[in-house]
């Protein structure tokens, strides 16, 4: 936040906002949904461990299921949370 991208106040001042409203959306992810063991690393880190793993998706009938290499060192990991995630109250 020491240098901002444009000479507008406006502009700077929404790229601010939105920069606060993604950390606190990780931060609510990290509370809620991460493994213990993940709950301390960076933004960069889990995004690297979980989001960025080479999986296929598998359409049936009823469930979509996500097929993770063998050798995949966070697949633990990348289960509790989409358990976790699973297990959030739904919204209506």
Known sequence: MDTMSSHSMTVNSNRMQISILVYNIFNWFRR??????M???????????????????????????FKLCSSCPYKEAFTETLNNIRLLPKLE
Not at 32 to 37: A, E, R, Y
Not at 40 to 47: N, P
Not at 48 to 63: D, E, G, P, Q, T
């Open 39 to 65: 709950r301390k690393l960076q933004i960069d880190t889990v995004r690297l461990k979980l989001l960025k793993i080479a999986a296929k998706m598998v359409h049936s009938a009823r469930y979509i299921t």
């Open 32 to 37: 809620l949904v991460l493994p213990k063991s």
